[in-house]
């Protein structure tokens, strides 16, 4: 999976919240947390790096110093909770898997948290990826509606338009088109649905959907 | 709408208006529009900078709260004992937070109208005195129930195990207008179908001759002689977002509506803090249960929030549907490397519901490090209680819905595949510091009271310290309500604009004695 560009112009440009090692680190996490087996292209990771550093970047001195010296706790786990004396980012990616699977897991609230803070964060940005989202199949419109219409044959009639006569003023009646309704098909559930003894209406514009 | 924006000005600004509206969300928009339409000269300053409603559907997640969210969406309570730590979610834009809720609109239940009234002694706080103010603002802001069809798979799922536990569930009322369905809520209506303030109330405002400024912090109250007469900031640096250019605005009202994090700060910086000052902070913890379904679900594909259930609630208790797009759910999931892709790659199978406490915690606003408060929030142990009871209920709602595991709130736990190990978790929980908890609704830091030495505001929303300054957002609301408080802030503060716009030619007297 290869890095696309991510329009994400940050509130406050001149604003830069990570340093240089703060990004190695950051990147190795990223790469154990998306790239276990390698899955994620080289130059994705170095640009969700840039990309968590200018979301994190719009908040606050104090809220954005914390978050570093959660990374620095995350940083020093393999000493923290396997007494190792090697950083993170020394580590190979499985065994980086193992000490962040161990931190998010220990009995200390506020060691986890500090894992756990940055793991929101950068799945938050991760998984908005477009190439992400069309793996999950997740559409921004809604088309469940369309999806629950019964099948009907292709020799079906069309339902005709309704018409509506409107009364003007100067004018005899004005003859208006009604706009099929936006909505049909779906499990309906309230009440006064279920008393409901006809079967879901088939809309002109939904049948190419059902063909 | 025309939004003077002080990121672009170059110069020093000092005026003089009738009335200066401090925070353009929920409380400051109705405040605004109404003292406009009274006909008296209106500023609103928000600090937050503005982006016109057709631009949210450009903004991803991240994009959204980094540029409209507080924190970035990143706020936090700090938990005081037994408590977890909760994100906090608010508004820094024009619209505040009204631009992220998920539009959901209840009336405040009767049963707390009646507290209040009673036992507080706030005898204009019943259901009767502000029924035509809820009626009011409901039409303005186009609440409408969600209609079933709008459900997504997911909370018809949820619903489908309510069924069988007999559980009811009732559609909810949303400020909406041509829902399209999309799960984005949180991230400014990608449609312009929400009906926030930016759309609802303020080009309104704007009509009647009010002044909308984005970009500027107030960062003072001047009051003399025991009466407000101005207010001091500076306009955010379009670069640094750091303070820059002063700007001055002298008033004969001045009213905050900064909302329950940021008025006790304003309140403090300006010497105005009594002992109730940023305390008595109500935050309804809110929690999600996560079930996974043979069938593919596609929760996104529908109206964020379509339904809830008030069966639980003389237990302190509101179950209600939540979704929300991938991204942002994913961010929650347990594991690491291997184990949290396989978890991601689920998610289409994967189902949410929601609970929210109708909390008698108690959290404290107070000054820290730089412009932001530092939140901390004690949770009581009838909280914790209500906490893991919601927690059982929802679990056992996902069973009985069909689900294949359930996925708790608890940081770094494996998913449960019985009703028999949900009970044993609930009957014997681990420590609530590693729930994930969430907050949408900080209330009450700056209190309504009937008495002086009991609360921050009259009941006229005016402050007890100092005449002519008045707080209309959810800092007033003297206790938890146990529902969504986007409608009941409106409602309060329509009621407050009333009252200031009613008796102006006396608080124009004050002023210039």
Redesign the interface.
Known sequence: MTASP?P????????STLTRRDRIVLRAVAE???S??AEVDESRLDAHVE?VD???S??????RAG?RLALFVVRLAPVLLFFRMRMLESLS?DER?TV??RL???RF?EL??AF?GW???M??????HPA??E???????????KRHLALVPAAAPVPMPIPIAIPMVGAAVAVAVAPPPE????????DA?EDSAHPPAVHAHDRDEVA | MTILRGRELTSPMSTSVDVVVVGSGAGGAVVARELARAGRSVIVLEEGAYHAPKEYASFSPSRAFGTLAREAGLGLAVGLGDTPIMSVLAGKCVGGSSVLTGGVCFRIPDEVLHDWSTRLGLGTMTPEELAPYFDEIERDMSVETVPASMRSRSTELFVEGAEHLGIPMKSLRRNTSGCKGASRCNFGCPHGAKMSVDISMLPDARANGAVIVSDALVEKVVVEGGTARAVRGRFMDPRTGEPGIAFEVRARVVVIACGSLHTPILLRNSGLGTSHVGRHLTLHPAFRVGALFDERVDGWDGAMQSVYSDHFADEGLTLVGVYTVPSILAAAFPGVGREHRRGVKAMPNLAFFGAMIHDDGNGRVMRWLGREPLVTYRMSAQDRHRLWRGVGVLGELAFAGGAREVMLPIFGADPITSPAQLRALVAHPPSTKKVECMSFHPLGSAKMSADPGDGVVKPTGETWSTRNLFVADGSVLPSSIGVNSQLPVMAIALRIARGIAAEFELHGRVAAA
């Open positions: 991510l994400f112009l940050s509130s406050f440009p001149e604003r154990a947390m998306f276990q087996d990309h200018r979301f994190i719009n908040a606050s001195r104090p809220l978050l990616v898997v962040l699977t998010e897991r220990s609230a986890s948290l756990i793991r929101a964060v799945t938050m940005v991760f998984y908005e992400e989202l793996a999950l199949g997740y559409a921004s419109e809604r088309k469940v509606y909505e049909s098909g779906v499990r309906l559930r309230d649905d």
